[in-house]
């Protein structure tokens, strides 16, 4: 079992920056899956930005050139830099981590973005 925290959410302007973080109870290794979806109620959780167990790193069309993920093989943290920030990236963000065929989510974090 693996255990995922957010944190860096909050409220910010449209325009400014958050960096989201994800403390794992693992160190996570390069060939895991991670990444960030984020949900607005009523919709679909959407897949914000991911690294894949073989290292690519997909976006959003909607947030490219202004999120950027990360993570530290070996380490126990992913994050995401998110600039440039519209109030439609108002939603509440969720780390994952696949393990194999598991994959393990984070409580959430509450970001919004409104002036």
């Known amino acids: 079992q693996v255990q995922l925290v957010e944190s860096g959410g909050g409220l910010v302007q449209p325009g400014g920056s958050l960096r989201l973080s994800c403390a794992a109870s693992?160190?996570?290794?390069?060939?895991?899956?991670t990444g960030w979806y984020r949900q607005v109620p009523g919709k679909q959780r959407e897949l914000v930005a991911a690294i894949t167990n073989v290292g690519s790193i997909n976006y959003a069309d909607s947030v490219k050139g202004r999120f950027i993920i990360s993570r530290e093989n070996g380490k126990n943290t992913m994050y995401l830099q998110m600039d440039a920030l519209k109030p439609d990236d108002t939603a509440v963000y969720y780390c994952?981590?696949?393990?194999?065929?598991?994959?393990?989510w984070g409580q959430g974090t509450q970001v919004t973005v409104s002036s």
């Open positions: 693992e160190r996570i290794s390069s060939i895991y899956g």
């Open positions: 994952y981590l696949l393990k194999g065929t598991r994959q393990y």
